[in-house]
Structure formats: structure tokens, C-alpha cells
């Protein structure tokens, strides 16, 4: 008997499995299963299937599947099964909903179909375990480990996957001294970073005031549950959305260091199959570039990674003023010059009728107020929701008809050339830090993984109703000692302060190895199973340090421990965006790539462990 232990029930966990099915063959010898999660299992916390509909995915439905190969004639089964919109469709007949964003909740109902799926379809060999419940302790035991759960059973496993979710890091800095506030005066409340369906915003009295730090995804989430949440209603009218409060709202101010709510996505245009051929920005023309430097993200990849968007955005200009024809000549132009020289992209612009053009830039983007002081309050209100009503526009266009949501759209498909080219270190220390996680992640993340673009709607019909107010660029959150309560203010606009008697970090928190309050991590880091990925000894990412593929953890003398796998959030920064859930609807994606290694792996441990006499020959 092999036994395999996956710590973490969502979507990764998920993967592993289904490509464990898939490889399966009733000739396998004995395998028991133990699939851990604490809330639940087959979705784990962020998808589980009891939070309320409010809270929606940020990906359209045809763009997602969870299953590694698209349904043919015979039952789903692992390695063939229905992409999420399929499967939408099928349970809820009568429209299409590839291009829906749907409740969280309803992508984990569909990935609890994927595990009875998997379930039904392993071979009499394997035994799959629920288990509900918190992995306390990871402990090597013998050539295995044993695994402790938080109501004291012990699973002796011969292998574990360790693919759990957002962690939540113990408070620091400023974060600490507002919580401390808060906890000195009653009355007031601090709620940390995490996912808004775990926070206790039922707590929150009506009317009272509440500060939200951050206007990304999370800020969305929060708002929704303090307005929907509450009674409140949206409406059609000839003006727009209009908001009708239920009275149970709370007075809501946010901000951020933009003073502007992530944009929305683009109205989807593309077929469910789309995939972008990049002309500029690819790994061989990047290393080939770099010659034998290590590459350097503002030197080496940023150029590059522009023209990308330069050239989707520049012939979505040309289709939008002089028509397809010419926009296609352009492309097929741009696209014979094989993208080795930047230059050739504004040369061949110009030939078209574009000189001039400027590009898009992501600091002016990600940061539209960053140079401007405010005369007050009203004019800044007005720049806000005109600045609102301008991205709800280009979303209405479209990811394919808008130059600036079909630009900003392709960021999304070159994350996985991101991947090859900086994971496991392959970015210098420095560039990796200043020019990867801490000034293109963020402004990638904001301009290109938004929400959909009704968020943006509600939130201008929020402002409307007198429920919403964003302070401004630059937002910053006091403790008022003298008040006794917290404050909100924005250097940028005179006269915007607000007192606020609750405050909500509506982001979610980085990944911090170090800093990680969850009782696993640290033993595991006390055990010397794993280590923090420090960048050539300069750079400590708070990420998992791991192999390349099946991605070992690497422990504290250096070395894989081979029995371990680690995928997902917690490697963080040892790889690059980790967080996407499986998307691509004919299922092969670097997503199920690395869920099949670990289970390829796995299995040909579980052989070699039955017949070690096999090792070798």
C-alpha cells in the first residue's frame, strides 16, 4: 500500500488528482488517497460552495476548466470533461454562459462535479479519503512522513502535496499600530487583509463609518457584501445603475495609493479557444537579446513585454480607423519582420499613419492622479466619476474592439513567458525585487485582472447615493488618539478627511514564508523541510524555495526532499503569479503541466516503493 497525502482541497489539489486518475490503471498497486482540507473539501475556503452570489470570478466562464482535456463522446472522466461553461450550461439550461462571470460559489460546485468525477473513475486500487479537518504538523517518519491533524489523527503518507491557499501573515508596521488602536479603544474595529467572504462584516453596524485600504478585487468583494449584503438594491434607469439603499449600509471610504478603482474588464470578444502568438515577446528573443547577461526585467523583458501591447494596440487602432483590411496588412507586416528588432514596431506605425502614437504606459495608467493636487472635494469627484464613466466605456467596447482593453488584455496571455524567464531565479536579485514583484506585478495585476466591468457601474451608482466615498490618490489611514477614532485623508485633495470608526484591509496579504501564521508552515520551517527562495543570497522573497519540475521543496541544508511536492501560493515569488486558477478551455495549460509532473512523479514512486527491486532496471 502507498500512501499519498494532498494538504489543500481547491483547485490545485484538484488538478493533481485529476491527472493522478488519469494516469491510474487498474494494474496500479494499492494507492490510499487522503485529499485535506479545513473547510472544504474538493474547493477549499475561496471557492466553497456556502458564501453568498455577491461574490463573482473575474474570469469569464469559457476561459475556465478545471478538467485537462476537452469532453469527446463518452462520459466525463478525468483527462475529458466539460469546461466550466459547458458544464454551467448544462446545469442551467437555456443560455449561454461562456462569457459570464459567475458566483464563486458556483465554480466550486462544479469543482465538487470534478471530484465525484475523479472519484467514480479510479481503479479499484485506489482509495480516496475526504478529510475535513487542519494539518497541524508534517514530520519525516521513517522513508515517509507523518501527517498530524488538528483533531489528532495521523495519516502515515509515503508522499505529500502541499497545495494550500492565501496564507494569513501575523501584522506589522503600520497594519499593527491600527490594530493595537483598536484594540485599545472600544468601539473600534480593525479587520486584516484576506479573502472578503472570511471577514466578519456582518459585525458592522449600520450607518456607522468604515474606512476600506486598497480599491482591487477584494475592495469590490467588501463593498458588495456592505451594500447587496445589506438589502440594497441596483436598478436600470435611462441615467445609468441607480443604488436604492436598504438604510442597513454602512458609510463607506476608500482608497488607495491611485485614488482609482481597479478598471474593469474589457467586454469579452475572444472565442472560448483564443490563445495570442506573441511576435516580440518570447523566451528565445529575450535570452537571445540578453546574450550570456542575466537578465534584468527593466533591460531585458520590459521592452519587449511593451511592444507586445504597443502592437495589439496600435492595430486595434488601425482596424478602428481605417477597417480590418489595413489593420491586417499592418499585422502581417509587423508579424514577417519576426520581432527581433523593437525598433521595426514604430517604424512599420509610422509607415501606416501612426507616428506619433504614443503607446501605452502603465505608470500613467495604473496611477491617473499621480501628478495632480485637487482645488477640493467636488473637483475631485467630478475627475473621479468622469475618469469612472470614460473605463466603463472601454469596457463596453470590448477586450478585440478597444485599443485599450485589447492592449491591456494580452498581458494576461504572456504571464506564462514570465514564468520561463524569471522563475527559480532567472531574473539578477535586484530586478527581481524592484522591477518584477514590486513595480510590474502590481500594475499588471491592476490593469489587466480587473473586475467585470457591472463592478464599475455599481460603484460609480455607490458615489451617486451618497454610500461610497474615495478619499483620493495617496489614501492614508491614522490612529487619532485624540478622537478616539481612526482617520482617512488624501494629501492630494484639500479638505478630504474622514473619521471612521471601523477600518478593512480589503487586500490580499502578500506571501511571506517568515511571517506565514499558520501552524504547518512553521513546523515545516522548524523541521528544516523548507526554506525561503532567497534570490542569489540578496533578495528574500518570502516564497517556498523549490525545485524545478515536480517542484521538491528545498529544506533548510539546501537539498529536494524528494517525498514533498509543492505547488501554488506558497511558492510565490520562487515562481511568478501563482495564483490563477486552471484556465484555458481545452484544458492543457503550464497550470495542468505541473499538476500531471507531480502526479507522474508520484506514481512512479508508489512503483518504485512496491518493486524496489525494479530501481535501476
Known sequence: MTTIAVVGGGPRAMSILERLAARASESLEPVDIHLIDTVQVGCGQVWRTDQPDWYLMNTVAGEITAFSGPPDAGPARPGAGPSFAQWWDMTDPGREHANDYAPRRLYGQYLLFLLDTIERA????????????????????????????DDGREILADQAAIVTGHARPRLSGHLLELQRFAQSHPGLRFVPGGSAADM????????????????????????????????????ESGDGLVYTPSGDEPFIVAGSRSGFPQPGRGRNQKPSGFAYRPVFFTEELVRAAAGDERLDFHRHLLPRLTAEVDFVHFTTVLRERSGAATADE????????????????????????????????????????????????????????????????ESERGNVDSPLKAGLDILR?????????????????????????DWYAPRSA??????????????????????????????????????GRFGVLSPQVPGASEAVDTIIDARIPAPDVRADTSPLTRMLLRRGLWSEFVNGGEFRTGGVAVTRSPFHPLGADGRPERGLYVLGIPTEYSRYFTQVVATGPTGWSEFMRDADDVASHMLRSAELNVHPLTIGG
Not at 450607518?207 to 457584501?225: C, E, N, Q
Not at 463592478?455 to 487619532?480: F, M
Open 122 to 149: 479510479l481503479p479499484s486500487s485506489v482509495t480516496l479519503h475526504r478529510v475535513v479537518a487542519t494539518v497541524g504538523d508534517l514530520c519525516k517518519e521513517g522513508e515517509g512522513y507523518r501527517v498530524t491533524l
Open 200 to 235: 466578519p462584516l456582518s459585525d458592522i453596524a449600520p450607518r456607522t463609518k468604515v474606512g476600506v485600504i486598497g480599491m482591487g478585487l477584494t475592495f469590490y468583494d467588501v463593498v458588495a457584501a456592505l451594500t447587496v449584503g445589506r438589502g440594497g438594491t441596483f436598478t
Open 330 to 393: 499592418f499585422a502581417a507586416r509587423v508579424r514577417a519582420g519576426g520581432g527581433a528588432r523593437v525598433a521595426d514596431l514604430a517604424r512599420c506605425a509610422a509607415d501606416f499613419g501612426l507616428a506619433g502614437l504614443p503607446g501605452l504606459d502603465f505608470d500613467t495608467l495604473a496611477l491617473p492622479f499621480a501628478a495632480r493636487t485637487f482645488a477640493d472635494r467636488a473637483t475631485f469627484d467630478k475627475e473621479l466619476l468622469a475618469a469612472l464613466d470614460a473605463d466603463v466605456r
Open 413 to 437: 496571455s504572456l504571464r506564462w513567458i514570465i514564468r520561463e524567464l524569471a522563475d527559480f531565479g532567472g531574473l539578477t536579485p535586484a530586478s527581481h525585487r524592484d522591477g518584477l514583484v
Open 446 to 483: 491592476f490593469l489587466a485582472a480587473g473586475p467585470p466591468l457591472v463592478r464599475l457601474r455599481e460603484t460609480r451608482a455607490l458615489i451617486e447615493a451618497g454610500i461610497l466615498r474615495v478619499i483620493g490618490p495617496r489614501a492614508t489611514y491614522v490612529a487619532d488618539p485624540a478622537a
